[in-house]
């Protein structure tokens, strides 16, 4: 069907056969046809930046031409596309070069398993581990957090919509504070408090799972002495230390994984998003040798072994044989905090915040509403951003890592004519 028929009826389509459960395409009402670095285009050939990077599952752009090459000539050779968790040659290489790349240079230690092609697999695969290797059951999690959508994931989220989706009561899940001060007491000490208090009625948990920067909470970052003295704690009490990964990692806060600048070695880490390279579903769960108590087959899945994933996968590692690609990040997050800034002192009308760390960012808004607003007239501009925040009070900026300076300052532009529009 041609644009010209589509007209204002582009999205009819998807109104009438998909399910009411759709979002992202209730916000940008068009359909996309290409897509290239951090640009977009639909059907009628409009030019969009890409400020959302597939919710972080394109750090490293669309359709780099590295990657592309290589799956095409893969599949050319008919090489294996569905394998499992068989040994496969896509496979090996990318244990190879993770280990080598990114593991051995941090001195990490850490057994490698796939656990299922998305997020929430690698969730309830740590959540699995940790429960089996204590023998506890309950595990705390933190006011606001995001982990998943299946009943495990779901239990240690924060978000009370998401949360009255799973249709039963979700347990063995303690919530405590985020990185914030609770009755005038750090919530470290009330953390401490809670621990120590034989009358709380929990018992000690079997982990504690937190996001150093919680993407759909609201860009929330956590101090780095926070999460050392969270470290801490769980050394303390024998309780393992999970850390969610899945968005903030992957060089999303300007290192691989986004824990390192707090000099901490969590127990299991759970990686997905962009792990893939070039947006194909894969994620991994590290786990540290003493913990991997797996039996075989005892957690597994039918899509653990997406061989093209690895191929993608193993080329975005090369972005980190050298401090470069790193720093290169680091640069543009301070040119991106910089204009959030400038923007907050700018439009004092937006009472705005700056959250975030990285190239993971955000400007809180107290006016209800009003994020979503900017949101949307940036669209109607040329510019992909969404909300975040339990109220969708946040503006979430998530380009790809690869976004040149033109890119984000054309954007940036964009989302400063979108907030004038709307405040004047």
Same mark, same amino acid.
């Given at each position: 069907m041609g644009t010209a028929v589509l007209g204002n009826t582009k999205m009819k389509t998807f109104e009438e056969l998909e399910s009411t459960v759709r979002s992202y395409s209730r916000g940008w009402p068009t359909i996309f046809e290409k897509a290239k670095g951090y640009k977009l285009w639909d059907v009628d050939?409009? !030019?969009?930046?890409?400020?959302?990077?597939?919710?972080?599952?394109?750090?490293?752009?669309?359709?780099?031409?590295?990657?592309?090459?290589k799956l095409v000539e893969y599949i050319r050779n008919d090489g294996l596309i569905h394998s499992l968790d068989m040994g496969t040659t896509p496979r090996k290489e990318f244990l190879e070069c993770f280990n080598e790349i990114i593991l051995t240079p941090r001195d990490l230690d850490y057994k490698i398993m796939f656990p299922g092609p998305t997020g929430t697999n690698t969730v309830e695969s740590a959540l699995k581990i940790a429960r089996k290797v204590t023998g506890r059951d309950t595990v705390i999690s933190f006011t606001n957090a995001f982990h998943g959508m299946t009943i495990g994931s779901l239990s240690v989220t924060g978000n009370s919509f998401k949360r009255s989706g799973a249709g039963i009561p979700l347990h063995h899940t303690v919530s405590m504070p985020?990185?914030?001060?609770?009755?005038?007491?750090? @919530?470290?000490?009330y953390l401490e408090r809670f621990l120590e208090d034989s009358g709380s009625g929990v018992a000690l948990p079997a982990a504690i799972i937190l996001e150093t920067v919680q993407?759909?909470?609201?860009?929330n970052a956590a101090r780095l002495e926070w999460l050392k003295k969270v470290?801490?704690?769980?050394e303390r009490f024998d309780i393992l230390l999970i850390i969610d990964d899945v968005q903030a990692g992957c060089g999303r806060t300007?290192?691989?994984? @986004?824990?390192?600048p707090a000099g901490i070695k969590p127990d299991i880490v759970c990686l997905s998003k962009s792990i893939g390279g070039i947006g194909l579903p894969m994620a991994i769960t590290l786990i540290k040798p003493e913990y991997d108590q797996w039996g075989p087959g005892e957690h597994n899945g039918t899509f653990r072994g997406n061989n093209l !994933?690895?191929?993608? !996968?193993?080329e975005a590692l090369s972005n980190w044989e050298t401090d470069e690609f790193s720093q290169a990040i680091q640069k543009k997050a301070h040119i991106l905090s910089e204009a959030i800034e400038a923007i907050i002192n700018k439009y004092p009308e937006l009472n705005g915040e700056a959250r975030g760390r990285g190239l993971m960012q955000g400007i809180a808004i107290t006016k209800p509403g009003l994020a979503g607003e900017i949101c949307a007239e940036a669209f109607k501009r040329g510019l992909i951003v969404e909300t975040s925040g339990p109220n969708d009070e946040v503006i979430k900026?998530?380009?790809?890592?690869?976004? =040149?300076?033109?890119?984000?300052? =054309?954007?940036?532009?964009?989302? =400063? =004519? @979108?907030?004038? @529009?709307?405040?004047?």
């Amino acid at each position: 069907m041609g644009t010209a028929v589509l007209g204002n009826t582009k999205m009819k389509t998807f109104e009438e056969l998909e399910s009411t459960v759709r979002s992202y395409s209730r916000g940008w009402p068009t359909i996309f046809e290409k897509a290239k670095g951090y640009k977009l285009w639909d059907v009628d050939g409009k !030019a969009y930046i890409d400020f959302f990077a597939g919710a972080g599952a394109l750090n490293y752009g669309h359709n780099n031409e590295t990657m592309q090459d290589k799956l095409v000539e893969y599949i050319r050779n008919d090489g294996l596309i569905h394998s499992l968790d068989m040994g496969t040659t896509p496979r090996k290489e990318f244990l190879e070069c993770f280990n080598e790349i990114i593991l051995t240079p941090r001195d990490l230690d850490y057994k490698i398993m796939f656990p299922g092609p998305t997020g929430t697999n690698t969730v309830e695969s740590a959540l699995k581990i940790a429960r089996k290797v204590t023998g506890r059951d309950t595990v705390i999690s933190f006011t606001n957090a995001f982990h998943g959508m299946t009943i495990g994931s779901l239990s240690v989220t924060g978000n009370s919509f998401k949360r009255s989706g799973a249709g039963i009561p979700l347990h063995h899940t303690v919530s405590m504070p985020f990185d914030e001060y609770v009755e005038d007491q750090d @919530s470290i000490t009330y953390l401490e408090r809670f621990l120590e208090d034989s009358g709380s009625g929990v018992a000690l948990p079997a982990a504690i799972i937190l996001e150093t920067v919680q993407g759909e909470g609201g860009m929330n970052a956590a101090r780095l002495e926070w999460l050392k003295k969270v470290e801490s704690i769980c050394e303390r009490f024998d309780i393992l230390l999970i850390i969610d990964d899945v968005q903030a990692g992957c060089g999303r806060t300007g290192t691989f994984f @986004s824990f390192e600048p707090a000099g901490i070695k969590p127990d299991i880490v759970c990686l997905s998003k962009s792990i893939g390279g070039i947006g194909l579903p894969m994620a991994i769960t590290l786990i540290k040798p003493e913990y991997d108590q797996w039996g075989p087959g005892e957690h597994n899945g039918t899509f653990r072994g997406n061989n093209l !994933a690895f191929i993608a !996968a193993t080329e975005a590692l090369s972005n980190w044989e050298t401090d470069e690609f790193s720093q290169a990040i680091q640069k543009k997050a301070h040119i991106l905090s910089e204009a959030i800034e400038a923007i907050i002192n700018k439009y004092p009308e937006l009472n705005g915040e700056a959250r975030g760390r990285g190239l993971m960012q955000g400007i809180a808004i107290t006016k209800p509403g009003l994020a979503g607003e900017i949101c949307a007239e940036a669209f109607k501009r040329g510019l992909i951003v969404e909300t975040s925040g339990p109220n969708d009070e946040v503006i979430k900026f998530l380009p790809p890592l690869i976004i =040149e300076m033109e890119g984000l300052e =054309e954007g940036l532009a964009i989302l =400063e =004519e @979108s907030i004038k @529009s709307l405040i004047n």
